[in-house]
């Protein structure tokens, strides 16, 4: 599903009202119907339940929820914030629509408010703003937010958590914007909720089918993608009976300084478990009992330099793809190997690690990387690689940059992962949880990326399959050890499970 800006929804949303000749209101009305399900069948008519409404079409929503939910049989107590007088038309017919149900349903602010005292089970309605939101809350919209975030009640924001942007958040004021424990969306995920630290905000986030037109989401054209099962099970090519594993391919792991051997064999395993025909190690030549028994399959590249890397290696015609990085290390003999690897290397290439690591220190190499080449980086690593501000929406704007620049896939690691590719398109993994961000997560998807590409995937298709297969894999490993206990290895282990779950098999 597209993940489109606030001005594209606005432009949906009243496509949506012309081409159904259906009016605004009834518009919201639908929405607010499908509010009201999502908060009923969590909430019962015990709780006690406050709606804030603000002045634009959130408010509208807020209020319509409010006279449903009294209509339903729940005690509830509305404030509408209509300080400035200028609410909008459809707000003003929800508010007569609710005062039409009698006295006292609804208090209407036109200067200062009192806040109420709330009952600690109170069950809090945010619809001060959302998608119309153009400028970071301050006064009193600003102190209302801190009120709600100190009430320590239970609150659902509708469509987007008051006071946070949709897109940029990089110079609002984070004390003024409402931390929602559920979010009910419509339609479409916002840009905002992709980034880690937004999800204090978003709390847990349900979207809402609000059925706006289909042909108007598909003619919208945004670079940002949330990608799910469907979408990657396309991307699929069907296996060749027939192939050996020559047609399978070959993948070059350059893994593992002394002391790191791990890093080689999960990445190894991972590479293993996701299709390629053949898994070479290049690593020191102090690890070669442990691969050797780790990954009895793999076959063993030496580095004669005992601990690290110092050579390159010779030639890349033996294999189809090169993956550079877990647990090298940085150290200089490693540096210069790294160096020569990369000028020499013609086959498809991911970075990961300490090669990015070594890389963030000699930034010109950067203009260099071979044409397609897949770096993964972590949010530090890429901190580090280009200097970015610390927030998800400039990361994210530098990674785009890197990548078209540079021509470079640069996988952004995170929660919800971003692919960005060089023709500007982010892609945003639906897969993965807290439980992976464990040491030797992302050596495993490094591992599954290389053995794609050793098959011979577009390094494009190869990142956002491997990163959905790796976020399912660690999912399957939680439904049954659970966040607190997933190790890398069992992201290796659900690997199986992960692909035959998306392709049915
Ligand atoms: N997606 C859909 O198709 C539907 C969305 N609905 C709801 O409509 C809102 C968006 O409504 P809109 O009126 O455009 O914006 P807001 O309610 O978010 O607020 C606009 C209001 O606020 C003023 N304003 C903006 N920033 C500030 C600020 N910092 N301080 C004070 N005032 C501010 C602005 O000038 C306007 O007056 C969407 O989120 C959904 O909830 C429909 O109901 C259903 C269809
Ligand atoms: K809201």
Redesign the pocket.
């Known amino acids: 599903m597209i993940i489109p800006t606030a001005k594209q929804?606005?432009e949906?949303?009243a496509f949506?009202i012309s081409d159904e000749g259906i009016s605004s209101i009834d518009?919201?009305e639908r929405?607010a119907y499908s509010l009201t399900d999502a908060i009923t069948s969590q909430w019962s008519t015990s709780t006690p339940i406050v709606v804030f409404a603000?002045?634009?079409?959130?408010?509208?929503?807020a209020l319509a929820v409010a006279r449903m939910l009294i209509c339903g049989g729940y005690a509830v107590k509305t404030y509408l914030f209509n300080i400035a007088s200028?609410i909008?038309a459809?707000c003003k017919e929800e508010a007569e629509r609710l005062k039409s149900l009698g006295e006292g349903h609804l208090t209407e602010i036109t200067s200062t408010f009192e806040p109420p005292e709330l009952s600690a089970d109170t069950l809090i309605i945010d619809?001060l703003?959302?998608?119309?939101?153009?400028?970071?809350?301050?006064g009193g919209?600003a102190t209302l937010v801190r009120f709600i975030n100190s009430t320590g009640c239970t609150v659902v924001s509708?469509?987007?958590p008051s006071g946070l942007m949709c897109e940029d958040n990089s110079s609002n004021n984070l004390e003024s914007i409402v931390r929602a424990s559920l979010t009910l969306t419509?339609?479409f995920r916002k840009l905002a909720f992709m980034f880690d630290e937004n999800e204090m905000y978003v709390g847990k986030l349900k979207v809402l089918d609000?059925q706006?037109s289909s042909s108007k989401i598909n003619s919208t054209s945004t670079p940002y993608e949330y990608i799910e099962a469907d979408y990657i099970r396309e991307l699929f090519k069907p296996r060749v009976n027939s192939g050996n594993k020559g047609t399978f391919g070959t993948a070059m792991i350059v893994a593992g300084q002394y002391g790191m051997a791990g890093a080689a064999l999960l990445a190894g395993s991972a590479c293993l478990r996701s299709g390629c025909g053949k898994v070479m190690v290049h690593t020191p030549l102090l690890n070669n009992n442990i691969i050797q028994i780790g990954l009895p399959e793999a076959i063993i590249h030496h580095d004669y330099n005992e601990k690290r890397f110092c050579n390159p290696i010779s030639s890349d015609t033996r294999f189809d793809a090169i993956c550079i990085g877990p647990g090298i290390g940085t150290h200089t003999d490693t540096s210069r190997a790294l160096y020569d690897q990369i000028r020499r290397t013609r086959c498809p290439l991911v970075l990961d690690a300490d090669a990015l690591n070594i890389i963030a220190r000699n930034k010109e190499w950067l203009d260099f990387l071979p044409a397609k080449t897949i770096i993964t980086p972590h949010p530090l690593e890429f901190q580090r690689l280009t200097d970015c501000k610390n927030d998800g929406y400039s990361r994210l704007k530098v990674a785009q940059e890197l990548s078209e620049s540079h021509e470079l896939i640069v996988i952004l690691k995170g929660h919800h992962t971003a692919i960005c590719l060089p023709d500007g398109r982010v892609y945003f993994n639906s897969t993965g949880n807290s439980g992976m961000a464990t040491a030797g997560s992302g050596d495993v998807l490094s591992g599954i990326i290389v053995s794609l590409l050793a098959q011979h995937y577009q390094p494009s298709v190869a990142a956002l399959i491997a990163v959905f297969l790796h976020g399912k894999a660690g999912d399957l490993a939680s439904s049954t050890l659970g966040e607190y206990s997933i190790t890398a290895s069992d992201i290796v282990n659900n690997i199986s499970n992960s692909f035959r779950d998306l392709l049915n098999m």
């Open positions: 929804i606005k949906i949303d949506t518009l919201m929405a603000g002045p634009g079409n959130n408010g509208g929503d200028r909008s459809d619809g703003f959302g998608t119309g939101l153009s400028r970071p809350l301050e919209f509708i469509d987007v419509f339609q609000i706006l």
